[in-house]
């Protein structure tokens, strides 16, 4: 039963990579993973967010009541989501503009609240902070894998993340599969990305 | 009871807190969020419809109050003058307002150019109002005075391929703005003249 | 396997066969066999029986079976009893075989002429449980509530069987004077005779009330002809007795009058013999030959990797060894060559919609098909309609996937029933 | 500053709405719900694979609240659930040996004999109904693979031959497959499971296997014979036979009279190649066991160290419990160590094997007699669950009662006597002591005579019961109405099934009144007398299980509750094996129990003994499977077989008659060598219950 | 028991009407036949070429994942075949190779196979594939484009696009017959009006596809152009233009009936059909694209399962309390 | 009244908030695999969501607003969503039983269904007025609710299908879920 606190980190990176292993989430990933930007960006203000309402959570998780845990937690998670809603707006402000709705709704993302509820609150803040990270890193590796096959793929171009530099990728006589940025593209490449983590194997 | 005034408690203290929390990082972050709104959202467009103005308007800008609405001015020069003056306006369009920003010149009340800010039209239609620049040169050179309407609605603005809506969005923007600048002109030359 | 037609968007048509004037009118008798073997009923264990090896036995005679003498078997040879084994037969069901070695000539057993030959229903359970045609005297006179409607076949159950058509045809007479002992016997309210369109004259010779029946398969499933002469269909998971509907074959009927005027029990079966060709042949056969021994009689040859149906091509049952005897109810023995027997494929159900519509039940057999290949009986009875099957074996017939539908459905049915049971005695 | 105030105003009032709105609905609309059953549900892992033996998890989540359920119940999540659960729950948690899932048929279609070509689903159980399948054996695997598509955890496979094979990794024992399969091939299994296995009609069982007394599993170790796994092979006896170089040497063999083989050539040398296996483990110098299951911290007291009171105490401390054996001498062996000659049973092999039994964590006092150094009433108030009395083999523990010690009577098992002691007693003169209540087992006319005798000391009731019939009795009508007249109780065809008493007083005898046994089916009649003194007839008396009697009502778990003094207690007789013609009571016709031919069937009794033990323990009806297959049940067999190739026997090396001579009490069998042994189980037909191996290459169609 | 003679057991029935899935398939094909023909006599080798790879690409993609699956393999039952035919029909003759190879894979691996192959998928293959190009590379499906450079001798504007863009005033270009005939600019399969019908009456009378779903279809279509053609007639085509232009026909007889994704209940199919057509014609007049066909029915089939729940009771259900 | 429709129109098909503007799609994957949870699911959303649509708009107009305090909108929003699911639960459970029963399971999935919070924002974002925030509530309710329900057929199918191992479950319900969305493609440009 004891992990460590590097385990509750690694495990975050593999054996419960989060969207493939629970899945959940899925919203932003969805969303958000239009361009190479777009997904680190998402994954990078989801990590904080997570990693920074588990050490509340650890630290205010006796103090909390058991019955109204769940609304302390929503404004703890949604406080931070405002924090990282006004800095992105101060220093980042395109990104904030293409990730639009979705900042906020990081508040609803149901991998904070999940940590929250189902890590954080039972563990010491060492270990959700190992938690919280692990698990935000992981989050974003997965935004960033599913976003460079979509936009290579979809628009043929990589954006660097924070230049908001797009190189192409292949030659001019490359046809865009357009589909992988459309909505349904989203969804299939999705599936069939956890299709692949399922023949990888569990853990 | 004691249960009911705890968990009360609780939620009340968890609220405050966060919520004063919160008011200290926006007054910290308030003034370069305004700036990067004005450089990102209406940066580049200003600076296309005022092509060849000798300064920068986003930074010679002012506020000035309509009614309950407090709405910023930028101000162009040209030819060494002061003459032209930029603010933004809304219209409905299809997915919500479409944000348009008209350079007036003060002293012909010529239309110098418009250009779409903000909008959350449908990919590869409306959303061409703001990448194509079709709808927008239209105006060019006209009146402000003058009535915009789409031609379906029989005016003269020939509206985006299946993009109507957005085209009457556009429209009305430029019909608001009108009325803006008519009931603020004299408080627009006067901060000019400032 | 028949070839499609080429107009595949009426349903299927697989007609009857008419009796009326052809060569097959004639039966042939089949010699007796050296050795009998006779099925008892499944609920019969093998620790009760007292009958044992060496026992001699006589044609005819009523062996007791078990110590309260309840059950027992009618003997259709003379001779001795070599052994009792059991046997696995339809849906898993085991149940013992009683082998007598035949010796030569027939004696007959006189109980049921000493006993007076009356036609109370204790005499007929006694007697006429084994009775060629196989009369359910069970269910017609034990059931509650009581079956006060009973049908006399003069079709026959399946395809390509003549049997009863041709007890119509040839034996209007004893059919007569058998519905007046079974009329006594089961003191029913309402008699029907079911016969195909063509046999309605021989039919109304009897004064019972005819019901024609256009010869088409399914319309002679008990079930159908329920709904047709009553106008109400048997709900889903009950059976037609249940209706106070009972069936009795013409065959049965007519070993009636033989039995009351001989004082012995017939023992002899028409049998409808369907070879490689598909064509019919009718013959006499005792209860208890061995397939074997019919089929070296009409120089019927099988190999490795034929087909052998107790019953006819829709509804039979398929048995692995040419010394499956002759049942009472063994209506036809039909022999498939490998090059017709059609392979059930693995495949999905490709949602075609044959099944759909073909299905006298109107059972969503395309989705039935789905829920049954991942297990879920439960779901199946309850939501798509498993228990309101007829068991026609059409979807099976039309599956343009070729996959085992039927099979599916006995299955999904036993493996209900199963469950159903499991629960209750958990319960 | 200001903007903060706002900030601070507005998130209150939201806060005060919302927290008095919620206050007050969990007042208003409070509904009980248990949060425990909620917790619970939330720990189950939500595979609803029913290996918890409820429909859901939801449902097992109410049971565990309701305590029908245990919490490690669940079976698919590992005990880190059930430790949560536990947690949950604030119980302690029992640990649990894990099940994992055994296929039970060894040859595949292509190899086994089929009665028709299936042409049908790829499904089992629709294959079943079709004849029962396409195989001739009824119990053999149909290989359609119904187990695999059943599995919830990916843990089968089809192999190569077409039988399904377990992952043992990824096995959860949630026994999805064995309630799946039609034919009941597959099978959970655990080491606790394998002890306690008897062979029953539903299982492929080999005729060596059937004839095996101590219900060895002979094919299986033999095939790891062949495969050269020697360690496998022992831990596969030793499930059932903790003494396999004892039996290795002594055996009397029955399973080679039923070897298959027997048909074709000579049997196979099975008990030679179990002496190999087991020199084997003795020159490897490492002890081979079978894993111990979880601990129960139960006690068992076993008297008498021989081979039925070893093999029961190591078979209970390998399911878990701490037995402790009681021997009357100074070395623990039994008959074995006295009644046979040392170049057929060497000492040291026998000192290696008791050895090997206390190594592997039974306790063994010497010395210790029973009634003397301690008796049963003293062991169970010192907290043993069960004592089980294993020392009918040797000698009656009843013949020297009055005899060692002068000062009265010493009691060995309370409240029964010899008769021949009561009644030499009786004639010499010396005080017989017989209590109020007098039983007389048999004993023919001596009964009667010692009836009387007890009714002249003053016993008030005495009553005779006897197995025979009264037709059959050797009693003629006078004397009966003579002795009823006299007030002596008779009990015709009547079996003694329980003993009760308190301390090391008898108080209460349970018979049965056995009815219509001419009958297939035999009706008894329970009925418990009041009887302070049994004389038995027999010279020996059966093994039985000594427990603490609980009052009716009283509650199972006050374990820990002080035992009142006198402790009472109750017998327990093991489930008889499966040559046991009758299964009512005590004494059987004939001998008792405990008068064993060979060692090896005292090993199978004492097997027996530690399964019934343990099944009392966990609460489980004391009793055989119905469909265990015994002396007269009818198995399917072979008549003949085909043909198969001839291989010689091996044959054992021996000492020269010359070195015979040299050396009197060295060993005459040398033991085979690795080549001979593995020559040897190679010429094992492998068989099943009607499936043998083939000549090699050779298929059916 | 060596060697001994086995007979084969099976569950009733022990008859078969004979129909298989080739059989079903090849029929497919013959039915395609006329309009694959003409097809091929219009655009010449590169609709052949087109028509081949598409064909043959499917069926070894249906190959491929089979062995990659270790299913049996099941390119035998011809239905790869037929996706891959009702593929290369939709696409114009200009397809580039590496679109038909693309959008075979499209077809058979998205479209059917990961959902467990034949019968098991939701959506119409050869639909998902040609939407999933529609796009990604719409250049290259926008008929006007594709066929730039040929020129046979009738107004090679694609009917649909023109009328879309230019209203019904273009209608005077087009006659019935000669849109009937194959004289219009489209896909390789999809323009010989004339010989879809003949090939989907074939395909009703043999029974293979269900006369309800096209009927119904072309109902839908010709009700909803109708009103659309009243409401404005110079924008709307009127209704005959819509069934004889575009997809219309394949879809009805082809692709709409295509067994796995649409209904099998009386009510259900004619429900089916009409919404089909009515889309069809709605996206086709007031949505974003040219032609509605393809989304149109792709949109059917999602609600293909829950049109499906509509059914007649079983007999004796329902009489239990009656 | 027309421009009800539209919006109406558009909030179901064009806009779907599902399958277009990729919001709820855990819960949309979680409880599409049956029809009655769908179902019950379906409903709930509705349920709320028009609650929510209705009470976020007064917060937001009625405090926010005037206060210029905007800014705390997510969290302002979030208390009053998670609270008012909650109350929801409790007031089911104890009034209506029978349709908790039904609802029950399926409420506090709603608290995290992105859908519900992103609908509250869309209404203030478009600057919708009461009445459209309303019917943009409830029609993207339910659109929300018609692709699931309509899901939940496919994918009932879909499991008694033989889907490859590691594509089962939610990998082929994705791809289900992109094809559907690829039909809803259909509504593109009507509005």
């Given at each position: ?11 975050g ?8 292993r629970?899945v959940?989430?899925l919203?932003p ?21 997570l990693?920074?309402?588990?050490i ?7 103090v ?13 998670i ?14 980042a402000y ?18 904070v609240?999940g940590?929250a ?13 190992a ?6 890193i992981?989050f ?6 599913l976003?460079?096959?979509r936009?290579v ?5 990589f ?11 292949f030659?001019?006589s490359?046809?865009?599969f ?15 990305m956890?299709c ?8 | ?5 705890r ?7 968890f609220?405050c ?8 990082v ?9 700036y ?14 005022m ?8 930074s010679?800008r ?5 009614g ?7 101000v ?12 933004e306006?809304f219209?409905?369009?299809f997915?919500?307002d479409i ?11 010529e239309?110098?150019?418009?250009g ?18 079709d709808?927008s ?8 005075k ?7 609605d029989?005016g ?7 993009a ?5 969005g556009?429209?009305?923007a ?5 009325s803006?600048?008519?009931?603020l ?5 006067k901060?000019i003249?400032? | 396997?028949?070839k499609r ?6 349903r299927p048509?697989?007609k ?7 060569e ?5 008798e089949?010699p007796?066999?050296?050795k009998?073997t006779l099925?008892?009923?499944p ?7 007292i009958?044992r090896a060496g ?9 007791k079976?078990t110590g309260d ?6 003997s259709t ?18 149940c013992?075989?009683v ?5 030569g000539d027939?004696?007959?057993?006189d109980e ?11 005499n ?6 084994y009775?060629p ?25 399946d ?13 209007t007479?004893?059919l007569?004077?058998?519905?007046e ?10 008699l ?12 109304e ?6 019901h024609?029946v256009?010869?088409v ?14 106008g ?13 509907v009972?069936?009795i ?6 070993s009636l009058?033989?039995a009351f005027?001989?004082?012995k ?7 409808t ?8 042949v009718?013959?006499?056969a005792?209860?208890?030959?061995p ?5 070296k ?6 190999e ?10 829709m509804?039979?049952?398929a048995?692995y ?6 049942s ?10 490998k090059?017709?027997i059609?392979?059930g494929s693995?495949?999905?159900?490709i949602n075609c919609g044959e099944?759909?519509?073909a299905c006298?039940a109107?059972v ?5 098909v789905?829920?049954l ?5 439960e779901?199946a009875a309850?939501?798509y309609?498993?228990?309101s099957?007829?068991?026609c074996?059409l ?5 343009v ?9 006995m299955?999904?049915?036993y493996?209900f029933s199963?469950i ?6 958990n319960? | ?10 998130m209150g ?9 919620l206050?007050l609905?969990s007042?208003?609309?409070y509904?009980?719900v ?12 939500g ?11 939801g449902s097992?989540?109410e ?17 880190e659930i ?6 949950i ?8 040996e ?11 279609l ?7 070509i299936?042409?049908g689903i ?21 290989g359609?693979g119904t187990?695999?598509?059943a ?7 089809m ?10 990794d990824?096995?959860t ?6 309630r799946?399969?039609p034919k009941?091939?597959i ?9 306690q ?5 539903d299982?492929?069982?080999?005729p060596?296997q ?20 020697y360690?496998?092979?022992v831990?596969?006896?030793k499930e ?8 290795g ?5 029955p399973?080679?009279?039923?070897c ?7 049997p196979v040398?099975i008990?030679h190649?179990?002496r ?6 003795r020159?490897?110098g ?8 979880p ?6 007291a076993v008297?008498?160290g021989?081979a ?10 390998r399911l878990?419990?701490d ?8 070395q ?8 046979l ?10 000192d290696?094997e008791i ?10 006092l010497?010395?210790?007699k029973?009634g ?5 009433d003293?062991?169970l108030?010192?907290?043993?669950s ?6 009918g ?5 009843l ?5 060692e010690?002068?000062?009265g009577?010493?009691?060995t098992l309370?409240?029964?006597q010899?008769?021949i002691?009561?009644?030499l ?6 005080a017989?002591?017989?209590?109020k ?7 023919g006319?001596?009964?009667l ?14 009553n005779?019961?006897l197995?025979?019939?009264l037709?059959?009795s050797?009693f ?12 002596i109780?008779?009990y015709?065809?009547?079996?003694v099934?329980?003993m ?6 008898l ?13 297939e089916?035999t ?7 009041s009887v302070?003194?049994?004389l038995?007839g027999?010279g020996?008396?059966?093994?039985l ?5 609980k009052?009716?009502?009283e ?7 002080e035992?009142?003094?006198?402790v009472?207690?109750?017998t327990?007789i093991p489930y008889p094996g499966?040559?046991?013609e009758e299964d009512?009571?005590?004494f059987?016709?004939?001998e008792?129990t ?6 090896v069937?005292?090993?199978g ?6 399964s019934?033990?343990?099944?009392f323990?966990t609460?489980e009806p004391v009793e055989?499977?119905?469909n265990?297959?015994r ?10 077989l085909?043909p198969?190739t001839?291989?010689?026997r091996q044959?054992?090396p021996e000492?020269t008659?010359?070195?015979?001579i040299?050396?009197?009490s060295?060993e ?15 010429r094992c037909?492998?068989?099943g219950?009607i ?11 | 028991?060596h060697?001994?003679?086995?007979l084969?057991s099976?569950?009733?029935?022990y008859?078969?009407n004979?129909?298989s ?7 497919f094909?013959?039915a395609?036949l006329?309009?694959v023909?003409m ?12 028509l081949?790879?598409?064909i043959?690409?499917?069926?070894i ?5 089979d ?5 049996p393999?099941?390119i035998?039952d011809?239905?790869?075949a037929v ?5 290369a ?7 580039p ?6 959008g075979t894979?499209v ?5 059917k196979?990961i959902?467990?192959g034949?019968?098991?998928n939701p959506?119409?293959p ?11 590379w ?6 006007n ?9 009738f107004?090679?504007?694609?009917p649909l696009?023109?009328v879309?863009?230019?209203g ?18 489209g ?6 009006g ?9 395909l009703?009378l ?5 006369w309800?779903?096209?009927?119904s279809f ?5 009700v909803t ?9 110079d ?12 997809y ?9 009936t295509?067994d ?6 009386f009510?259900?199919m004619?429900?089916y059909?009409?919404?089909a057509?009515?889309l ?10 040219v ?21 007649p009771k079983?007999m004796?259900k329902?009489?239990?309390h009656? | 009244?027309?421009?009800y429709?539209l919006?109406a129109?558009?909030?179901?098909f ?5 399958l ?16 009655e ?5 379906a409903m ?24 210029g ?11 009053v ?5 909650q109350f929801?639960?409790?007031?089911l ?14 409420l ?7 859908a ?17 925030a309303?019917i ?10 018609l692709?699931?329900i ?10 008694l299908?033989?889907?490859?191992k ?14 559907m ?6 509504f593109?440009?009507?509005?």
């Open positions: 039963m004891a992990k460590t606190v590097v385990q509750e980190f690694t495990k990176l593999w054996a419960e990579i989060p969207p493939f629970l959940l989430g919203c990933v969805l969303a958000v993973t239009k361009t190479v930007e777009n997904g680190v960006g998402m994954g990078i203000a989801t990590t904080f967010v990693v920074c309402s588990n509340l959570i650890s630290l205010l998780r006796n909390i009541p058991k019955n109204v845990r769940i609304a302390c937690f929503i404004v703890v949604a406080t931070f989501v405002i924090v990282v809603e006004l800095v992105m707006q101060a220093f395109p990104l904030f503009l293409k990730l639009g709705i979705f900042i906020p709704l990081i508040v609803v993302n149901c991998i609240l940590r509820e189902a890590f954080a609150a039972k563990n010491g803040v060492v270990s959700s902070f938690d919280g990270l692990g698990i935000g992981g974003t590796l997965s935004l960033t894998a976003s460079i096959f936009e793929l979809g628009s043929g171009t954006t660097i993340p924070i230049s908001s530099v797009s190189v192409p990728v030659g001019p490359f046809q865009p357009n589909f992988l940025v459309e909505a349904p593209g989203a969804f299939v490449c999705l599936g069939l956890l692949v983590m399922n023949m990888l194997g569990k853990k | 009871m004691r249960e009911m005034i968990l009360f408690l609780v939620i009340f203290l609220s807190v966060s919520g004063g929390l919160l008011a200290v926006r007054s910290g972050t308030q003034e370069r969020i305004e990067q709104q004005l450089k990102f959202v209406k940066g580049p467009t200003i600076k296309e419809i092509e060849g103005c000798s300064n920068d308007p986003l010679d002012f506020k000035i109050m309509d309950d609405k407090e709405i910023s001015f930028f162009g020069e040209f030819d060494g003058k002061r003459s032209v003056v930029a603010f306006s219209g409905k369009g997915g919500g944000g348009v920003i008209i350079a007036v010149n003060l002293e012909t009340d239309i110098i150019g418009i779409v800010t903000t909008h959350s039209e449908t990919p590869g239609l409306g959303s061409r109002a703001k990448s194509e620049p709808l040169s239209q105006f060019k050179g006209l009146s402000i003058d009535p915009f309407k789409v031609t379906a029989g003269k603005i020939d509206s985006i391929s299946g109507t809506i957005t085209s009457r556009v429209c009305g430029v019909v608001t703005s009108a803006i600048y008519e009931r002109k004299n408080d627009i030359l901060k003249k400032a | 396997m028949i037609p080429f107009f595949g968007l009426a048509s697989l009857h066969p008419v009796v009326v004037n052809r097959q009118d004639s039966v042939e089949i007796l066999p050296q009998v099925f008892l009923s609920h019969i264990k093998i620790d009760d029986i009958l026992d001699k036995v006589i044609t005819g005679q009523r062996l079976l003498g309840k059950d027992y078997l009618i040879a003379t001779g001795t009893i070599t052994g009792i084994s059991e046997y696995t037969g339809y849906l898993g069901q085991t013992q075989a082998s007598i070695e035949a010796a027939d004696q007959w057993d049921f002429n000493e006993r007076g030959k009356t036609t109370s229903p204790e007929a359970l006694e007697f006429f449980n009775l045609g196989n009369p359910d005297f069970q269910s017609l006179l034990s059931f509650q509530p009581p079956v006060n409607t009973i049908i006399i076949n003069g079709i026959d159950k395809l390509l069987i003549a049997t009863n058509q041709l007890v119509f045809k040839t034996e007479e004893s007569i004077e058998g519905i002992h079974l009329k006594k016997i089961t003191r029913a309210s309402s029907f005779i079911t016969v195909p369109s063509d046999l309605t004259a021989e039919a010779k009897t004064g019972v009330p005819v024609a256009n010869p398969y399914p319309n002679i499933l008990p079930e159908i002809i329920t709904k047709n002469i009553l109400r269909a048997v709900p889903p998971g009950k059976r037609c007795e249940e209706m106070g009972g069936f074959n013409a065959e049965a009927v007519v009058t033989r005027a001989e004082g029990i017939p023992v002899d079966k028409i049998v013999v369907i070879n490689k060709d598909y064509i019919p009718n013959i006499r005792r209860i208890g030959t397939v074997k021994d019919i089929l009689a009409l120089n019927i040859e099988t490795h990797g034929d087909q052998i149906v107790l019953g006819g091509p509804t039979g049952t048995i060894s040419e010394d499956m005897p002759v009472p109810d063994t209506d036809a023995i039909m022999v498939l060559d090059k017709r059609v392979l693995g495949s999905h159900c099944c759909v519509r006298p109107r969503p057999v395309n989705m039935l789905r829920l290949e991942n297990g879920l009986y779901e309850e939501q309609d498993l228990l099957c007829i068991e074996g979807c099976s017939y039309v599956c996937a070729r996959i085992p539908v039927f099979h599916y459905i299955l999904g049915k493996e199963r159903q049971s499991a629960e209750e005695s319960a | 500053m200001l903007g903060m105030l706002g900030g601070i105003l507005v009032t939201v806060g005060v709405v919302v927290g008095v709105g206050a609905a007042k208003i609309f509904v009980y248990d949060p425990k059953i909620e917790a619970v549900d939330e720990a189950l892992p595979a609803n694979c029913g290996g918890c033996g409820y429909p859901g998890c097992n989540a049971a565990i609240v309701a305590g029908k359920s245990s919490p490690s119940s669940c079976v698919a999540g590992g005990t059930a430790e949560e659960i536990a947690e729950m604030g119980m302690k948690l029992e640990a649990r894990p099940d994992i899932a055994m296929p039970g048929c060894s040859y595949g292509h190899v086994a004999d089929v009665k028709y299936y042409n790829n499904d089992c159980r629709a294959a079943v109904l079709l004849n029962g399948g396409t195989k001739v054996c009824p119990i053999g695997c149909l359609l187990c695999v598509q599995c919830p955890f990916d843990a089968l496979s192999g190569p031959d077409n039988l399904p094979v377990v992952d043992p990824r096995c024992g949630c026994g999805t497959c064995e799946i399969c009941h091939i099978t959970l299994t655990s080491h606790t499971r394998r002890i296995a008897e062979h029953t009609t299982e492929c069982t080999a060596c059937r004839a095996c007394p101590a219900g060895i599993d002979i094919p299986a170790y033999i095939h790891q014979i062949a495969e050269k796994n360690a496998e092979a831990r596969i006896i059932t036979n903790p003494f396999p170089a004892i039996c040497r002594i055996c009397v063999q399973c080679e009279y039923d298959r083989r027997n048909l074709v050539d000579e040398a008990n190649l179990k190999f296996v087991s020199d084997y483990e020159t490897s490492e002890r081979i066991n079978v894993p111990r299951a601990e129960t911290g139960k006690r068992i008297v008498g021989g039925e009171g070893l093999t029961a105490a190591y078979l209970l401390n878990g419990h037995s402790t054996a009681y021997e009357a001498t100074a623990m062996g039994g008959i074995l160590r006295i009644g000659p040392e170049n057929r049973l060497p000492r040291d092999v026998l290696w050895n090997g039994i206390l190594d592997a964590g039974v306790q063994a010497t010395n210790q029973l003397r150094d301690f008796t049963i003293s062991l108030k010192e907290g043993f069960g004592v089980f009395v294993a020392t083999g040797w000698d009656s523990q013949s020297d009662q009055l005899s010690k002068s000062d009577p010493l009691q309370p409240g029964v010899l008769l002691d009561f009644i007693n009786q004639r010499a003169g010396k017989s002591p017989a209590g209540n007098v039983m007389i087992l048999g004993g006319k001596s009964g005579e010692a009836a009387r005798a007890a009714l002249k000391n003053g016993s008030e009731n005495v005779i019961v197995r025979s019939s037709e059959r050797s003629s009508e006078e004397e009966l109405v003579a002795a009823e007249q006299e007030g109780q008779f015709f065809q009547s079996a099934t329980r009760q008493g308190e301390g090391s007083k108080s209460h005898v349970e018979i049965a009144h056995i009815l219509n046994s001419d009958e089916e009706h008894t009649e329970r009925e418990l007398l302070d003194t049994m038995t027999a020996r008396f059966p093994e299980i000594y427990v603490v009697r009052e009716e009502g509650a199972d778990e006050e374990e820990e509750a035992l009142p003094d006198p009472p207690w109750e327990l499966p040559s046991a009512i009571g005590i059987r016709p004939g008792v405990g008068d064993y031919k060979a060692v069937e005292a090993i009794s004492g097997r027996r003994a530690a019934s033990i343990h099944r323990l609460d055989a499977p119905a265990m297959i002396t007269y049940t009818r198995v399917l067999s072979l008549e003949q085909e198969v001839e291989l010689p044959k054992m000492r008659h010359e070195e015979q040299a050396d009197p060295a005459i069998a040398l033991g085979f060598s690795e080549e001979q042994a593995v020559t040897e189980a190679k037909l492998q068989c219950l499936c043998y191996r083939r000549v090699e290459g050779k298929t059916i169609h | 028991m060697n001994q003679k086995l084969v099976s569950h009733a029935p008859w078969h004979g129909s899935i080739s059989g079903k398939s090849y029929s094909m013959l395609a006329p309009a023909i097809g091929i006599y219009q655009y010449g080798l590169p609709a052949l070429g087109v081949a790879l598409s043959s690409c499917a069926m993609w249906e190959l491929l994942m062995l990659a699956m270790r299913r393999v099941s035998g011809g239905n790869a996706i891959g035919l009702l593929f029909m939709l696409l114009p003759a200009t397809a190779w590496w679109l038909v190879v693309a894979f077809a058979i691996i998205i479209g196979q959902y467990g034949i019968g098991c959506f119409n050869s639909l998902v594939a040609i939407a999933i190009i529609m796009l990604s719409k250049s290259f499906m926008d008929f484009e594709a066929l730039v450079n040929y020129d046979l001798g107004y090679m504007v694609y696009s023109a879309k863009h230019m019904t005033s273009v209608l005077s270009n087009f006659s019935m017959t000669g849109l009937l005939l194959g004289q219009q600019a896909g390789i399969g999809t323009t010989f004339l010989g879809l019908i003949i090939g989907g009456l074939y009703i043999r029974g293979h596809i269900r309800e779903i096209s009927l072309l109902l839908g279509v010709f152009a109708y009103f659309f053609n009243i409401a404005d007639p924008k709307y085509a009127p209704p005959l233009f819509h069934i004889l232009t575009g219309s026909l394949i879809a009805a007889f082809f692709l709409l295509e796995s994704s649409s209904p099998v209940n009510v259900p004619l429900i059909g009409a919404v057509g009515f069809t014609v709605l996206i086709r007049n007031i949505g974003a694209f032609d509605g066909a393809v989304f149109a029915i792709l949109l059917v089939n999602v609600s293909n399962p829950l049109l499906d729940k509509i059914r079983a004796g329902g009489t239990e009656a | 009244m027309g421009d429709i919006l129109v558009s909030c179901i064009v806009n779907n908030i599902l277009i503007q990729y919001l709820g799609n855990c819960p949309f994957l979680g409880v599409s695999k049956k029809m949870t769908a179902t019950g699911m709930a959303v509705v349920f709320v969501l028009v609650l929510a649509g209705a009470i976020t708009w007064v917060v937001n107009h009625l405090l926010l607003k005037p206060f305090v905007e800014y705390l909108r997510t969290l302002a929003f979030i208390l969503i998670a609270s008012l699911v929801v639960e409790l007031f459970k104890k009034s209506i039983p029978a349709l908790y029963a039904g609802l029950g399971i399926f506090p999935l709603i608290t995290t269904n992105c519900v919070m992103g609908v509250c924002l869309i209404n203030i974002k478009e600057e919708y007025s009461f009445m459209q309303l943009a509530s409830l029609t993207y309710a339910i659109g929300f609710g692709a699931l309509l899901f939940a057929g496919v994918r009932e199918r879909i499991l299908a033989r889907v490859p590691p594509l089962q479950d939610t990998s082929i319900g994705l791809v289900g879920a992109g094809m969305s690829l039909a809803f493609f259909a593109k440009g009507m509005v």
